[in-house]
């Protein structure tokens, strides 16, 4: 059984103001297999983020079904962690309350809290920072207790907004190769929004590629590149040419259709 | 800069202020009964406190009674205003139905003065407490409740949806970051209304009531004992300080994660 399911998805964005609809999603469907690292890769505006909220349950689709482990979205929860792409801390927690507060909401004592903490912070590197509180941390830190967070929810799938978009190059790199053996370590499903399609090649097991306006799948690309994957190697090359060929040609299908 | 210049720093003009009063008074150039020097002041306000000569006359020693009924009013009506504005507030910056039945009829109630209220509150509560108690409750009730609604709409709406990610309920939605992201914005609201609580229980007193420092104030005013009534509104002004001063010392407490973040936390 595929651990996500998405049928026939269409999203319609009714604009009120300007009484004009947006299709922003048409008729998308895609299967995520258990332990999978899909990539979702597409342009800003491609759809690939509301997509990703309508698996997290913070949208609704306008048609069609989201399943994740066989039962039907109906709304957030803890089945499905999320990383955004501003970690979002509670800047009144310091960092072991942040990454515990789905246990503060199930009502657990302070110290195992605390105990239950130490885990998934020792996992994205952060001992030491356990009292700091999110102003005093950097881009890259406060990203990590947003997964540390997620992780401690030991979700079924793992959700991820473009989370290293804000990243520094150097950070951006660390920060992929640990989530990399985080999830081979933990074993869980991953679906990765991004733009970048270097980020996509280097993190998926598969890839899918978006088009925008209105959003739909143009190509699913198995990758079976050995890991750490090697982005100089001529294999890497071919599929980011492929990819780039892709983005390219749908830009100038869109260009020519603003113009007729 | 040390603690010691710092404080001196704070003292400068006010000691300015008193000193040119002194000289002022002392002048002749109004009646001393009119305007007493500060030194009179302070004499009068000593025997008040502790009652060592009896210049205060009936007032001689009564101070501190006098202070902790005000204190008593101010601590009830504020106590009352705080929870009620407070949850008042969460609930109309949460729940649009709330805000679309409850918010026009305080909206209305809001500009009229809480002053005007003392007609009505005398009759339903007599000469007392109560009405003064009811006083100060209204002149703290609407900015409390005007910044908790600000604070909670200005809430972070990603904090919410990380928050419902990890299978919050709306409850702990309200309780777990609503209330903490507005709690900057309600210490805003405590601090503007304990300023309107102290006011009210002097206005009260001077009107409704049969004690306290607002009603030394006004009955010293029929004597014509001027040293009296500056005394009162110094002791008046001393207690606001020494309230704010107290919130102040809560707020730095609640909000201590700002730490580093804000112009504010620089303070020492």
């Not at chain 1, 089945?79 to 509670?90: C, E, H, I, P, T």
């Not at chain 1, 401690?152 to 959700?159: A, D, H, K, R, Y």
């Not at chain 2, 039945?101 to 339903?124: D, G, Y």
């Not at chain 2, 606001?240 to 909000?255: E, F, N, P, Q």
Request: charge should be positive; hydrophobic fraction near 50%.
């Amino acid at each position: 059984m595929a651990s996500i399911d998405l049928q026939n998805i269409t999203k319609i964005f009714r604009d009120a103001k300007r009484k004009r609809d947006l299709l922003a999603i048409d008729n998308v469907s895609l299967s995520v297999e258990k332990n999978e690292f899909l990539c979702l890769l597409g342009s800003s505006g491609c759809g690939k983020s509301t997509l990703l909220n309508m698996i997290a349950g913070f949208e609704k689709p306008t048609e069609g079904t989201v399943t994740v482990g066989g039962k039907p979205v109906d709304g957030p929860g803890a089945d499905r962690g999320m990383v955004f792409q501003q970690a979002n801390l509670m800047p009144w927690l310091p960092v072991w309350e942040n990454v515990a507060f789905h246990l503060r909401l199930k009502g657990w004592r302070k110290a195992d809290r605390r105990d239950a903490a130490q885990e998934y912070i020792d996992m994205v590197g952060l001992r030491g920072f356990e009292n700091h509180f999110p102003a005093e941390l950097s881009g890259g830190m406060s990203q990590r207790v947003g997964i540390a967070r997620a992780l401690l929810l030991n979700p079924q799938v793992i959700l991820m907004d473009e989370p290293f978009a804000a990243l520094d190059a150097q950070t951006k790199m660390d920060m992929q190769e640990e989530l990399v053996a985080i999830w081979q370590k933990q074993r869980c499903t991953v679906v990765f929004v991004t733009h970048s399609v270097d980020e996509a090649l280097v993190l998926g097991t598969r890839v899918a590629v978006m088009t925008s306006r209105p959003g739909r799948i143009r190509e699913l690309i198995a990758l079976d590149l050995p890991r750490p994957r090697d982005t100089t190697g001529p294999r890497f090359n071919d599929h980011k040419r492929h990819i780039l060929n892709l983005i390219r040609e749908e830009g100038m299908q869109q260009r020519q259709a603003a113009v007729a | 800069m040390t603690a010691l210049s710092k404080s001196w720093e704070r003292a400068v003009v006010p000691l300015f202020i008193l000193a040119a009063w002194e000289v002022f008074s002392r002048s002749g150039f109004l009646p001393a009964a009119l305007l007493p020097a500060p030194s009179v002041v302070l004499h009068t306000w000593g025997d008040w406190i502790f009652g060592f000569d009896e210049t205060s006359q009936g007032n001689t020693g009564r101070w501190f009674a006098d202070a902790l009924s005000s204190a008593t009013r101010v601590a009830a009506g504020y106590g009352i205003a705080v929870v009620s504005g407070v949850l008042l507030g969460i609930a109309i910056g949460w729940w649009r139905w709330v805000e679309r039945t409850v918010e026009p009829t305080i909206q209305m109630l809001r500009p009229v003065p809480p002053v005007s209220w003392i007609p009505l509150a005398i009759i339903w509560f007599g000469i007392a407490n109560k009405p003064a108690i009811f006083l100060v409750f209204l002149g703290a009730f609407f900015p409390i409740l005007m910044n908790t609604i600000h604070g909670v709409k200005t809430a972070d709406r990603n904090l919410i949806r990380a928050a419902s990610m990890m299978g919050a309920t709306e409850q702990q939605l309200l309780r777990h970051v609503v209330f903490p992201a507005a709690l900057p914005s309600i210490f805003a609201g405590l601090r503007i209304g304990i300023g309107a609580a102290w006011m009210l229980t002097v206005t009260a007193e001077m009107v409704a009531v049969k004690s306290g420092l607002g009603y030394v104030l006004w009955d010293s005013y029929y004597f014509l004992r001027y040293d009296l009534v500056l005394a009162a509104m110094a002791s008046i002004g001393l207690l606001g300080y020494a309230t704010d001063a107290l919130i102040k010392v809560l707020m730095s407490a609640a909000l201590h994660w700002q730490h580093g973040s804000t112009l504010q936390s620089r303070e020492g």
